[in-house]
């Protein structure tokens, strides 16, 4: 299984940017995606997830109204549209995806997921 993040890049605050994350190697639909973030000098936290079927979607507090996750099965890609980003925003951005199936409870801890993608870089610019 291989995930591929790309669409990170430099922009000033209150910009938007879009990141998308191709996946390879497993049937793409069957299983949750989510997105998590690290920071410098900060550990990795939960952004957001999605459902297999994109019904469900989760997001950290911090970015509720101003980031959206989708993803679209036929393109094997989940996307995450962040807007008004924030200096505080700056950081690598991972997509990731489990094994198995998720329990709702479980879709915030990054150690639900298995495979990661190599991340893409935002840095938000004051």
């Known amino acids: 299984v291989q995930l591929q993040a790309s669409g990170g890049g430099l922009v000033q605050a209150g910009g938007s940017l879009r990141l998308s994350c191709v996946v390879s190697?497993?049937?793409?639909?069957?299983?949750?995606m989510g997105w998590f973030r690290q920071g410098p000098g900060k550990e990795r936290e939960f952004v957001s997830a999605?459902?297999?079927?994109?019904?469900?979607?989760y997001y950290a507090d911090f970015v509720k109204g101003r980031f959206t996750i989708s993803r679209d099965n036929a393109k094997l890609t989940v996307y995450l549209q962040m807007n008004s980003l924030e200096p505080e925003d700056t950081a690598v951005y991972y997509c990731?995806?489990?094994?198995?199936?998720?329990?709702?409870?479980?879709?915030?801890?990054?150690?639900?997921?298995?495979?990661w993608g190599q991340g893409t870089l935002v840095t938000v610019s004051s």
């Open positions: 990731a995806t489990p094994k198995e199936q998720l329990a709702r409870s479980t879709y915030f801890r990054s150690t639900s997921y298995d495979y």
């Open positions: 190697g497993r049937t793409f639909s069957r299983y949750a």
């Open positions: 999605i459902g297999r079927t994109g019904y469900d979607t």
